[in-house]
C-alpha cells in the first residue's frame, strides 16, 4: 500500500530519490505523545540514586575485588627507578 507520494507526474528527479512511501506488511512502530517536561527534570531520589551508585563503583566495590582476589599492595623497591 502507497501511504506518500513525493513526485509529480512527469517531474523529472534525481536518481535514488524515493518516489513513494509503502507501508510494510508486519510489526508496526509504536509513537508515543508524551509531554517534554517529564524528562526534562531529574527528580531528587534519581541525584540520590546517582550519588549511592557512583560510590559504589568508586569505592566499595574495588575494595571488594581487593578483599576477594587477596590482591596485596606493591613491594615499593620492585619498579622504581633506578633501582
Known amino acids: 500500500m502507497i501511504t506518500a507520494r513525493f513526485a ?3 517531474q523529472v528527479v534525481e ?3 524515493a518516489i513513494f512511501s509503502i507501508a510494510k506488511d ?3 512502530d509504536a509513537v508515543f505523545d508524551v509531554y517534554e517536561a517529564i524528562f526534562a527534570q531529574v527528580p531528587d531520589d534519581a541525584i540520590g540514586g546517582i550519588i549511592v551508585g557512583t560510590v559504589l563503583t568508586l569505592v566499595f ?3 571488594l575485588y581487593v578483599a576477594w582476589y587477596r590482591i ?3 613491594d615499593e623497591t620492585r619498579g622504581a627507578i633506578g633501582a
Do not use: F
Request: glycine letters at 14%.
Open 8 to 10: 509529480e507526474v512527469g
Open 15 to 17: 536518481q535514488a530519490r
Open 26 to 28: 508486519g510489526p508496526r
Open 61 to 63: 566495590l574495588p575494595a
Open 72 to 74: 596485596e599492595a606493591p
